[in-house]
């Protein structure tokens, strides 16, 4: 299998990371900041070792112990708000990279199911898999991991450096004189290394595709006695394989002990050159502290740089391989059309399904909503100067039409609630009133209850001879103990005065209601 077309290299990552961008950001922007809060602990190092311990510029109002906790807690608030933003970007990182992983893997899975079968035919199993596996891996790890380590180890050199050679510059460029070397080699090392992984890559999939093969067609080997054969053929991709990789690591071992004894060179220049300096007076021993600490926060990442470079060589072998699988023909445009014809029909009688059975759960919903609401439904309350009433039918609980209305006294407004004495007017609103107080019908609540009439100080209420009901329960706030006196007042001088006979029902109960016809005029 051939990797002719290099020009997709690059471009499958930036297919893949629309819709992902604001979580890579975001883990920039959170490996600055704690980039920034490590830098500033060696600042404040600086300052206690300089002006506080060496020239004793203790603050006004602070002595040694007091300066010497201020100091620890700058540092351990530094500390903290760099594990916090540590955090978010590893975190941001993780939701980010998982996103990019499966966008890759869901779109491999799509195009192959559309390649013809003479692709198929031409390209082993095995190696197709180990695209679609370790290759994604690979690109997955570079770009979710190498990419952001390279912006913020760029930004560490940058900030250190500068901090740096703000101190001393001496010291700073005997430091950074061994980045170009460190740099150098990694360069030297990707090209080889890049090579051979490339190798060791086809190697596994042919060896990959070697086992599955027997694999399948194990009864078929066994007929035909072919173990011994498949066993040797085994052995040479095995070994073809297993000696690459030993190549590799050969050459990664000397890329790992050259570094290290680079890394160590330029920390024992560092250290040296700062204990010179510091004896002679060129710098302050905070200086000297901070140049200690920012070289050793540089040698590592620098370090790990230059292995990224290196591990380049292999995101750039898997990103030539995946775009190959991506940027192959699918099959003729006619059969993929019928394809995604049967697929959109399949969705669109799934989608015709779901909306029957919404429509059909809004239906019964709506159906039981309907029903309760209407066994449990009450009237709504209104209000006319000091009257709260509701809307009845002359004989129904509700009216039929607009000739079949009256009107039920059910309470007091605020106003009507002040009044020590009222008079029930004949009609509201072009209705007559016909009822004081009035049941209300409910299925939840056995017999639904009545309509209370309450005032604290009405004594006397004036009827008039349209009234067809009293309910005694909706005076009920004005009886006290269910006790009368004898000349029918109630024991706050309530009265009912009635203009006329009485042709309304008095609901049974205790106690009773008394009229008083000769008072009402």
């Not at 010497?68 to 590893?90: E, I, P």
């Not at 570079?142 to 900030?159: A, G, M």
């Not at 005997?174 to 740099?183: G, K, W, Y």
């Not at 607009?402 to 072009?430: C, N, Y």
Request: proline residues 2%; glycine residues 6%; hydrophobic residues 40%.
């Amino acid at each position: 299998m051939n990797t002719k077309n290099k020009t997709g290299k690059f471009r499958i990552i930036f297919r893949f990371l629309k819709g992902n961008i604001r979580f890579f950001v975001g883990t920039l922007l959170f490996s600055v900041l704690f980039t920034a809060c490590n830098a500033l602990i060696p600042q404040i190092v600086k300052y206690t070792a300089d002006h506080i311990l060496v020239l004793d510029g203790i603050p006004d109002g602070l002595n040694v112990r007091q300066t010497l906790l201020l100091s620890a807690l700058l540092v351990a608030a530094s500390a903290v708000l760099s594990g916090v933003f540590n955090y978010l970007s590893k975190m941001c990182l993780a939701k980010g990279s998982e996103n990019f992983l499966k966008s890759i893997r869901d779109t491999l899975y799509h195009h192959t199911q559309y390649l013809p079968f003479s692709w198929h035919v031409k390209h082993q199993t095995g190696e197709i898999i180990q695209r679609c596996t370790s290759d994604v891996e690979v690109i997955r790890n570079f770009v979710c991991r190498q990419l952001p380590e390279v912006f913020r180890i760029c930004f560490l050199i940058v900030l250190y450096l500068g901090i740096m050679f703000s101190m001393n510059v001496q010291i700073t460029l005997a430091a950074a004189a061994f980045f170009p070397v460190i740099i150098g080699y990694s360069c030297y090392f990707y090209s080889r290394i890049g090579k051979r992984f490339q190798d060791a890559d086809e190697a596994e999939g042919a060896l990959s595709s070697t086992v599955q093969e027997n694999l399948t067609g194990v009864r078929v080997v066994r007929a035909f006695g072919r173990e011994k054969y498949e066993i040797d053929r085994f052995d040479e991709k095995n070994n073809a394989y297993s000696n690459l990789w030993v190549y590799l690591g050969k050459l990664m071992s000397v890329y790992w002990a050259s570094g290290d004894l680079i890394t160590n060179l330029q920390v024992l220049v560092v250290m040296v050159t700062g204990v010179v300096f510091a004896v002679n007076g060129r710098i302050t021993l905070g200086e000297f502290m901070a140049f200690i600490s920012y070289n050793a926060s540089l040698t590592w990442p620098v370090r790990s740089l230059g292995r990224i470079i290196s591990d380049m060589s292999k995101a750039g072998v898997s990103m030539e391989r995946v775009a190959y699988i991506l940027e192959a023909e699918e099959e003729d445009a006619a059969v993929k059309c019928e394809a995604k014809s049967t697929d959109r029909n399949e969705n669109a009688e799934n989608i015709v399904k779901k909306k029957i059975m919404l429509w059909g759960l809004i239906t019964v919903m709506l159906f039981l909503t309907t029903g309760l609401t209407a066994c449990n439904e009450q009237h709504k309350i209104y209000e006319d100067g000091y009257w709260q009433y509701i809307v009845i039918g002359k004989n129904t609980y509700f009216p039929k039409n607009a000739e079949d209305r009256e009107v039920a006294i059910v309470g007091l407004t605020e106003i009507g609630k002040e009044q020590t004495s009222l008079d029930v007017p004949r009609t509201i609103d072009g209705m007559d009133v016909t009822h004081i107080g009035y049941y209300k019908r409910s299925l939840i609540m056995e017999g639904g209850g009545n309509y209370k009439i309450e005032s604290p100080n009405l004594e006397r209420l004036y009827l008039h001879d349209n009234i067809k009901q009293i309910c005694t329960n909706a005076l009920y706030y004005f009886y006290s103990n269910n006790l009368l006196w004898e000349d029918g007042l109630f024991p706050h001088c309530f009265k009912i005065l009635y203009c006329g006979t009485i042709p309304f029902n008095l609901t049974n109960g205790i106690p009773k209601i008394f009229i008083y016809k000769e008072l009402y005029n």
